[in-house]
């Protein structure tokens, strides 16, 4: 029996035949499109380049971020003993501090040790052999615990170890640090503003892209409604083909990105190599080619909502 | 089935349409709406089909008050009324099936059904092995045909007819007259907007006649109608 009796075993129950019907323009609203192979793609082609160039930027920023991550780690202060004092007062130094909980790890450089690295690295090896004295100090290299967070921490736990009574200089370059995060904040804004203008335009072309659809389609939505169908019935395919040319744009947009990545790949690695690090690109991770294709889905649907609410109206039998 | 009451349609501009219109076809008749082009007979049958809707009085369909009727349940109303037009408006980019079956798909009928129904509504317009045509394909008559079958395809109880035969030869045009004549004797309310004077006159059925927007003369109010005996 059917739910509704009223409805008669001739017609499906109202929810059976929503669904059928949201399932019907559902294929054949992809049907429609590719029937029009070559507008449909240029059309997705346009929402692809639009929404490829945030979600590259975007990408370019978590690699950025990545790469500044690999730097705090080597965040090192270097501490420049006084140079009256012994290695055992360095070396009771070095213990207490490496006890505290700011630092992650402490290394103490004596003066000869100091020396040797001098000489191999500085190509000044001869001549500091003329030296009577060595001149350098004992050094003790402190890495800090970094706090992505707040990168000042750094500066505090500087400032206090310049405090010690054995400290002669406290050194960090801090500077740059600082500069990267602020710049990537403020590419990370500037990576909003351009994605929310592009997606103000992929909202734009689909609802226009629709709109054209709707005039191509003025008969059948007149004699549509003419026989009885309601708005909901016809607003259906055109919402389903907004749909189809949001995810198809996403689709493509994440093809132009893993396609950049691979050209970028192998020169990124040759300059990781002249760093001596083995860096890699972060490409497009699951859920970042789910958020993308979700977004343009929603695009999509809101662009060819926007279309069909002002122009279906429009269009009335006469 | 329909009544008018004391209609009047003034379009924006000022133009008069139909004033004081009333009249009143009863269920399962069939009537004839004559009068010369612009004497209100197309707005008349476009104010039942809500396409319009009217600057005074009142019409009364099935029982239902159709100034009460929001655009939002005209749908509703729609799916009870079968319209013919003059130039057919059928949708060219599909096959003669799917035109008929659309009042049926937008109903929700099964699919089952849907065939067994476009079918039987195509064999009663003799277009039974042109499903598969593509209707531009067809001549003139034929196309008005799949108008019609796809008219009635749903079984509604009113037809509506708009100058079905304007584009037709006198032949096809008294054929067409014929098949609206079959469905009223299953039952169907019919009216047929027509300025084809002589042919009106042999199919006698009654007639309402108008001119500049008026009722000149009605047969549905006299006794005696010259009414086919069937």
């Given at each position: ?51 490829a160039?945030?979600?590259g930027?975007?990408i370019?920023?978590?690699n ?190 994440w093809l132009l990105i893993a396609i950049s990545l691979g050209i970028m790949a192998d020169p990124v690695q ?10 890699e690109l972060i490409g497009l ?34 | ?230």
């Amino acid at each position: 029996m059917p739910k509704n009796p009223r409805r008669g075993p001739k017609k499906n129950s109202r929810l059976v035949s929503y669904l059928t019907h949201h399932l019907q323009m559902l294929i054949a609203s992809l049907g429609y499109l590719s029937r029009q192979p070559i507008s449909s793609l240029m059309t997705s082609a346009v929402i692809a380049i639009a929404l490829a160039l945030p979600a590259g930027l975007y990408i370019a920023l978590d690699n950025a971020s990545q790469l500044s991550a690999d730097w705090d780690g080597t965040t090192l202060i270097s501490l420049f003993l006084k140079h009256d004092v012994s290695v055992k007062k360095a070396e009771k130094l070095a213990t207490r501090l490496g006890l505290s909980k700011e630092i992650e790890k402490v290394r103490i450089i004596d003066r000869d040790q100091g020396l040797k690295q001098f000489q191999k690295i500085s190509g000044f090896g001869d001549a500091i052999k003329f030296l009577d004295d060595n001149p350098l100090p004992h050094v003790i290299t402190v890495q800090p615990v970094i706090d992505q967070q707040s990168p000042d921490k750094v500066v505090h736990l500087v400032n206090k170890l310049q405090n010690e009574d054995l400290v002669d200089l406290a050194q960090l370059d801090m500077l740059w640090v600082k500069r990267l995060y602020t710049l990537l904040d403020v590419a990370r804004r500037g990576v909003w503003i351009i994605g929310s203008l592009l997606a103000l335009a992929v909202l734009l072309i689909i609802g226009n892209t629709i709109r054209l659809d709707i005039q191509n389609r003025r008969e059948a939505i007149e004699v549509s409604k003419l026989i009885g169908a309601s708005d909901a019935f016809i607003r259906r395919p055109f919402l389903y083909t907004g749909m189809w040319y949001g995810i198809s744009g996403g689709l493509l947009a994440w093809l132009l990105i893993a396609i950049s990545l691979g050209i970028m790949a192998d020169p990124v690695q040759k300059l990781a190599a002249l760093y001596h690090s083995s860096y890699e690109l972060i490409g497009l991770s699951g859920s970042n080619t789910t958020t993308l294709i979700i977004i343009s889905c929603i695009l999509g649907l809101g662009g060819s909502w926007l279309a069909v609410g002002r122009h279906l109206s429009e269009i009335e039998p006469s | 089935m329909i009544r008018f009451d004391n209609i009047s349609k003034r379009y924006p501009g000022g133009f008069e349409a139909l004033s004081r219109i009333s009249f009143h076809l009863p269920r399962g008749k069939l009537a004839y709406l004559t009068g010369h082009s612009g004497a209100g007979k197309s707005t008349l049958l476009k104010l039942i089909a809500l396409i319009e809707r009217p600057s005074r009085g009142q019409i009364i369909l099935d029982g239902v008050n159709l100034n009460n009727i929001r655009n939002k349940r005209i749908p509703q109303i729609r799916r009870n009324i079968g319209i013919i037009f003059q130039n057919h408006h059928l949708l060219y980019d599909r096959p003669v099936f799917d035109n008929v079956a659309l009042p049926l798909v937008i109903q929700g009928y099964r699919h089952r059904e849907i065939s067994k129904r476009v079918r039987a509504a195509l064999d009663q317009v003799g277009l039974l092995n042109k499903e598969k045509v593509d209707p531009i394909t067809l001549s003139g008559g034929e196309q008005q045909r799949v108008g019609i079958a796809r008219a009635i395809v749903h079984k509604p109880a009113l037809l509506l007819a708009d100058e079905p035969t304007g584009n037709l030869d006198p032949e096809l045009s008294r054929e067409i007259m014929e098949l609206f004549a079959r469905f009223n004797l299953f039952g169907t309310t019919v009216l047929i907007a027509s300025h084809d004077l002589d042919l009106i006159k042999q199919m006698r059925f009654p007639t309402i006649s108008l001119n500049k927007g008026m009722i000149e003369s009605n047969d549905l109010l006299t006794s005696n109608p010259q009414e086919r005996a069937v």
